[in-house]
Each structure stands twice: as C-alpha cells, then as structure tokens.
C-alpha cells in the first residue's frame, strides 16, 4: 500500500538511477573503444530507451497493470424439461400433455428408486441394532459373572444386569423399531385418481369454470396429487428421481394454470 501511494516518487528515483547506470557503462564501454567518437548519441540514446521501457514494464508489475478482468461465471438456469418435454412449444396442450405423460412415465422409476432406498435403510438400521443388541447381552453376562441361576447373583449386580438391559434398549430399540416396510403404498393408479377428482381443471372449459378460480383449483390439484403420492414425494430430499417427479408435477399444474389465463 505504501508503496502504490508513493509510486511515482519511487518510480522518478529508479529511473534516474537507471539512466546514470545506463550512462556510466555506455560511456565506459564506447570511450575504451577505438570507434569512440562514433554514434555516442545514437547508443547514449537507444540505451536511455531501453531504460525507460524497462522502468515502463516494472511499473506496470508494482502497480498491477493491467489488469486481469475478473471473469463471471452466470449459472444459467435451465428448465426441468428435457428432451422428453417440448421446449418452448407453441401449442400449449401439447407441453401440458408431454408433462403429464412425463410424470405417469416417471413413476414406476420412481418406485424402484424408493424402494431400494428403503431396503438399504433397513439393512443399515438392523446391523446397528444387532450390534447395540449383542453389547447388551455381553455387559448383562458380564454383570452375571456367567451365572445361571438368579438367586447366585448379588443385589448390585442384580442392578447392573437391569441397567444394561435398559442400556442397551435405549441404543438397539430405535433402529428396530424405525424398520419400513420395503413396499411403498402410491403408484400411478392414485395419481389418476387425483387427475379425475379434478377433471374440471385438467380439461378447463371457461364456459364452466370462472378463470380465476379455475387458477386456484390449480393449486389444490397439485395438492391433491403430491398427497395421492406421499410415498414417493416425501422422499424428495433425499432421492433424486422424486425429487424430479414432485418438480414435473409443478411444472404440470403450472402450465394448466397458463392454459387457464390464456382463456381469461
């Protein structure tokens, strides 16, 4: 910082320094020739200007010149739609109809996904619990001494095989009793359960339905289906193709929203 402050002082005292050394050698060198008298100002002058680019460069290093440009990076946002959805489709109904086949179509992998979570769950859950499970059983035998017969036990050790016992539930009890079942209960035919309890919205007729509530009822028919497949949107935080499909579904109630307004 210093040194940037008072840049052109350090500058003007290095580049007169430079310009003597430069003055010195050359007359040293040229006046011990035999040549001496020719071309003194013309090397007195070429020797100044490499010099002055010299000076000219290092300043240019201490003062930080030029410049890198800082690059900037934009994320560009792309859309969920992929080559399976219309990109920017003129006709409206179709974008709608490829979204929803999108989101039947999405399903079944969905489920598949789900449940392979779920079991890899459950395997994880049960090593955890039959090894919390067998520390118990040892500190229990441990406090017996190997004793089979209870009357042969001491009242503290009595004390001991209960506080093990319960010990050890409080590490094994919560990963057994966490145990899903592997098998999620939503599929397809509930989503078209929804679909048809809100025929009314996916199939909109201004003549039937005020557009503004129509708009609304958008809203509860996404609802409706996210509800119908709870199985599989809940696991949107952790599972990629439901999260995926819970993005579709949005995109699906979206555009019959913009169908709906565009009927206004």
Known sequence: MILRHHSGFVLLFIAYFTTVAYTDVLETSVLSSPDATLGVDSLKEEHVTAAIETMGDFAKRIL??????????????????????????????????TTLNKVRTSIPTVIESVQGDIATSNRDKVILALANFLGMVFGVLKATAGATDWALVSNGNRIQVFAQILYGYG????????????????????????????????????????????????????????????????????NQEANVLDTYINVYTQLLSENIAAQA
Do not use: M
């Not at 010149?65 to 006709?91: C, F, N």
């Not at 919560?174 to 098998?183: I, Q, T």
């Not at 509530?213 to 696991?235: A, M, P, V």
């Open 64 to 97: 930080g010149y030029p410049r890198r440009k800082k690059l900037i990076h934009r994320r560009q946002d792309s859309s969920i739609t992929d080559g399976d959805v219309v990109r920017g489709a003129g006709d409206l109904q179709s974008r709608i109809q």
């Open 171 to 238: 590490y094994w009890g919560p990963f057994a009793l966490e145990y899903e079942d592997s098998f999620v209960t939503c599929g397809n035919d509930n989503l078209e359960e929804a679909l048809a309890e809100y025929s009314y919205v996916t199939q909109y007729q201004r003549d039937n339905l005020d557009p503004v509530i129509g708009t609304y009822f958008t809203t509860e028919l996404n609802g409706k289906i996210k509800e119908n497949l709870y199985c599989l949107i809940s696991r949107s935080s952790g």
